[in-house]
């Protein structure tokens, strides 16, 4: 019987709780504590785009060539462990660009005054990219590394400022700074100068502090009311300010803000940038008092961090006509008050239809000039988008079995959607798939995939939506939640019968191409599976061993001009061609290259030979898929799949079919169910006689 009890559970709660964890992020101080800590780590000081520049090198990244271009992949997008339902895929040259805007900002070069619009069609990552870097600066906010500070104020009466402790005021008595601005912004503007070149003496350029930006309307009114107070005594004045470590969060609205377009009647540009307490105006007596001012619109609480525009083009214009100012000045302006200092990433995200109404709106030039977009396409790489739906339908999520390349051909259908027909005549949108994804193809080189790519402008922003493959799927696994699994029939019947009611596809010829393109896809599938049920066929080891000991026999005499010792009557022989041939031909070796290819073997044996290495035909790859092929062509007749169409089986060919199936399920990923469906479908081709392909 179980022990657990409200008892327990709650002493389990107390047991895994980190106090020190707590009291770390939970620091408080004097304004004296934090100048320490400027003093030993300037970097607590770092203004928005420099803490989300460092954020994402944190995580470091990884250098890879793709078709002789050097791509640079960000972990902080693709590392599931951050936060994997939010991990990107397939995105490089988009991100690297993202990040190339965040170091520029970072280094005052020019793009820190620029508001940072993500275009793309729809489902293209654009929110995920957003939602990751938010929850990202959550998360860095948390760690030594990004640590940032602000400050509150104390505006009770001090009897002695020399022997007044601050840890005696009760948490109550502390008024935060409502745009939780950095404790520097406290140090008069008339003395920064000077006051920097004491702090930054000894520093390196990069490692120098700076201040950026003056008091928000409320502590500028605490501050002035203070120094009244103190005949002036800047000292005396400061001990009423305790520093603080400051979290971000998107839910307590710290550092993070999101702005949504509503309806236009509904619209309030306060929403933005505050509006009047009119239950205080009682106490103070004004609506100019900043104290009779709540400081809580988007961008008063993202400042240190980053607001996200929500379909920004969709604003009012008069909204955006507020982002000039904060993007290019770094200042709002709240109604009443003089403009306010902001320090934040504004950053918002658009589709196609509206950025081209922005185009071609001559009354909106200052903010076209004053955007950097970045175009956030469809994923155009086969392996990039099937790790999307391997993520969201993976067997922890997900307890219906998914028959093997079941998602792969829902992603290859998406991915085919989505490219632009190529233009070399001897070329197909399914090889150039093909080649996107890494595949070589006899007569294209890595140059012609790069010419392809230069060619394609508006490859990846038209096209089907992993939004809308994962839908579909979704659907797919809930229609056949009896059946207990789902194969690429089931997904590729759902994929079409949803087309007649996309809303995003507007016209009939739209229609008519993807439903050819899962036709291709189908097509694409049979010889894919085809070649699998060979595999199984033909993955009896000792068999291959022995075939291609006898190939290498015979091509060892054949070079060298011998005869063959023939194992069974001991007599010598002329090396058998027709063997030979019946082998290089399945990877289409003319008769012509036929002695190139036999002394290319025996070569690599040799230089094998060398170095004290033994030959393994499993290391030539397409002499292993000869001879898988072959022996598939020897054994496909004596297993007689065509059988399991008439039902008509004798007990020694079930006795093969099921070996076949216990590989596929070992070996290849199927189930019981699927694995019989497989081969059922596969029989019925051979039963047709469609043996094209490798048969």
Known sequence: MSTVNGASLMQFLGSIQDRKQFQTLNWRGSFADYLDLVAQDPKVTRNAFQRIYDMIMSYGTEE???????????????????????????????????????????????????????????????????????????????????????????????????????????????????????????VPLEHREHFLAQLNEGHSAEEQVRISGDLCPV??????????????????????????????????????????????????????????????????????????????????????????????LKLDVAFLYDLLGASQEHRIKSKKFAQTDIDEVILGHTNEPEYRRLEHNEFMEALKDRTVRIDIPYVTRLRDEERIYNRDFNRKRVRVHIAPHTLEVAAMWAVLTRLEDPKKPNLTLLQKLKLYNGKSLPGFTEDNIKELRKEALREGMEGISARYIQDKISNALVTNQEEGY??????????????????????????????????????????????????????????????????????????????????????????????????????DIPEARKDDFRREIMNYIGALAIEGKTFDYRTNERLHKALELKLFEDQKDSIKLTSLVSRVIDKDTQEKIDVVKARLIRDFGYNEQSATDVLNYVASIFARGDTKGNY
């Open 486 to 587: 789902i194969n690429p029939f089931m997904v590729i019947n759902e994929l079409e019968s949803g087309l007649k009611n996309h809303a995003l596809i507007n016209s009939e010829e739209d229609r008519k191409r993807y439903r050819d393109l899962l036709a291709t896809v189908r097509e694409e599938y049979t010889e894919i599976v085809k070649n699998e049920v060979q595999r199984a066929i033909s993955a009896d080891e000792e068999a291959i061993k022995r075939l291609c000991g006898n190939y290498i026999d015979n091509i060892k005499a054949y070079t060298q001009r011998e005869k063959v010792r023939n194992r069974y009557t001991g007599q010598y022989e002329e090396p058998d061609e027709r063997l030979m041939r019946s082998i290089e031909e399945k990877i």
């Open 219 to 312: 502590c500028r009114f605490h501050f002035r009311d203070l120094m009244r107070r103190y005949d002036g005594d800047w000292t005396s004045a400061i001990k009423h300010i305790r520093v603080r470590r400051l979290l971000f969060s998107e839910q307590d609205r710290v550092g993070i803000g999101t702005f949504q377009p509503k309806d236009e009647k509904n619209q309030d540009s306060t929403e933005l940038t505050g509006d009047i307490n009119y239950r205080k105006i009682a106490i103070y007596g004004s609506d100019s008092d900043p104290r009779a001012f709540n400081f809580d619109g988007e961008f008063n609480i993202a400042n240190r961090g980053i607001i996200e525009f929500v379909e920004m």
């Open 64 to 186: 890879f060539i793709d078709a002789k271009k050097r791509l640079i992949r960000y972990r902080f997008f693709s590392d599931e462990t951050f936060d994997g339902d939010d991990a990107i895929f397939g995105l490089e040259i988009p991100l690297m660009r993202l990040v190339n805007f965040f170091k520029g900002a970072a280094k005052g070069y020019g793009t820190e005054k620029r508001v940072l619009l993500l275009h793309g069609p729809v489902g293209s990552s654009k929110s995920t990219i957003v939602r990751r870097l938010k929850k990202g600066l959550e998360h860095y906010s948390k760690t030594d590394e990004g640590a940032l500070y602000t400050y509150d104020w104390y505006l009770g009466q001090v009897d002695d400022p020399a022997t007044f402790d601050w840890r005696q005021v009760p948490e109550a008595e502390w008024e935060k700074c409502p745009m939780h601005e950095e404790p520097l912004h406290l």
